[in-house]
């Protein structure tokens, strides 16, 4: 099993920054966001048009990377969770979690016993399609995946301590859009009532031992957000960095073109 990238530089004391796929699924893309020397990458089946087979491929591109390959399952549900982590990811990111008990299921789902209670199926894509012995196995898969419960609305913020708490989650991540749209303030990242709840949640991963993650869309979203103690952080999603930088070069050249 390929050491999990986003641990090696938490360990070394480092901010881990990664990036989101859920447009682009060739076989180069996982080289590109290698050699643009991202730690982790996020395969998001929440608002992609994804499907299994595509994604256990682009897991497979990105296993012969250093790059951490974690998916965006689109809800708590054992067969999303287990499919994925069978196919290679060393890790999911939970969108919406709300309580104790769905953070739970999460992990009982993502690790073996006795941390959870993943079904049991070696010799397939997550042991290099080689058998394994299962206890050693078992113990170096529940310590090398990585668990991200995504914060994403006023219930989430309410019950963030006991979210926290769970043992296996190792990452709050704030949805930031969604989290201002379930408080009736769309957008509104500089609203008293966003940010207390942006403040909220590294406070509350600091206290529990865990991290804090965001996706910010903007340099200044990005220096503010990481002075708040966010720790884990992607940069953008593949469609929005592509749109950005081919716009810029198409205003480029058509002002040089018009000189």
Known sequence: ?????????????????GHMVWEFHSRG????????????VLIDMEHSGFDNETVANLIGWFKA???APFVRI?????????????????????????????????VDAVKFAPHGKRGVGIGTAHTDWKGADPAAYFDLVNRNTTIIAQI???TGIENLDAIA??????ILW???????????????????????ALHLVPQ???????LAGIQPGTREQAEAWIAAGYNVISYGADAAVYGRALADGIGMMRSLAQR
């Not at 390929?2 to 920054?17: D, F, H, T, Y």
């Not at 893309?29 to 982790?40: C, I, Q, R, S, W």
């Not at 054992?78 to 999911?92: N, Q």
């Not at 969604?178 to 500089?190: A, E, K, N, T, V």
């Open 1 to 17: 099993m390929k050491p999990n990238r986003l641990q090696q530089v938490v360990a070394e004391g480092r901010v881990p920054v």
């Open 29 to 40: 893309v996982a080289h590109l966001v290698a050699n643009a020397g991202a730690d982790f």
């Open 65 to 67: 990377t250093d790059v």
């Open 74 to 106: 689109p809800q708590t549900l054992y067969h999303f969770i287990a499919r994925v982590m069978d196919a290679g990811a060393l890790g999911v990111m939970n969108p919406n979690v709300e309580t104790a008990e769905q953070a739970k299921a999460l």
């Open 152 to 154: 994403e609305s006023t």
């Open 165 to 170: 708490a769970t043992p296996g989650i190792d």
């Open 174 to 196: 704030v949805g930031h859009f969604d989290l201002s749209q379930s408080m009736g303030i769309p957008g509104q990242f500089h609203d008293a009532r966003f940010l207390e």
């Open 204 to 210: 509350t991963a600091r206290k529990h031992g865990k």
